[in-house]
């Protein structure tokens, strides 16, 4: 029985090996293109975790800003309450120093 290639028997071999070299040879170069492109896409992946890291570092530091901000803001806006406290409670001693005034320069005869 004699080596056979789709049904036919081989009548050639060395134009065969040689068929079979150029295959082999072909096959080689697209894995190593596979190789090279997996390396690249390595490298990128990298890159994508090196930026999603320095990202949630960045998104980290945000927060704790808007924090310390909105703590701050807090603060002020209970100071300015306070000043409007004051503030009103000012304008009623001078509004009833005002209308005592009035009244007391009546009362002494003022306006006859």
Do not use: C, N
């Not at 028997?9 to 040879?25: A, C, G, M, N, Q």
């Not at 306070?82 to 009623?92: D, E, R, T």
């Amino acid at each position: 029985m004699s080596p056979q290639v789709d049904d036919e028997p081989i009548r050639d071999v060395p134009s065969e090996l040689k068929r079979i070299d150029h295959y082999l040879t072909r096959h080689g170069e697209i894995l190593s293109s596979y190789g090279d492109r997996m390396t690249l896409m390595d490298a990128r992946l990298k890159l994508v975790e090196e930026y999603t890291v320095t990202r949630k570092i960045a998104e980290a530091r945000e927060d704790e800003r808007d924090k310390a901000l909105y703590s701050r803001l807090d603060r002020i806006e209970k100071d300015i309450d306070g000043i409007k406290g004051l503030g009103s409670k000012a304008l009623w001693v001078v509004g009833s120093a005002v209308i005592l005034a009035i009244v007391t320069f009546a009362l002494k005869g003022g306006f006859v």
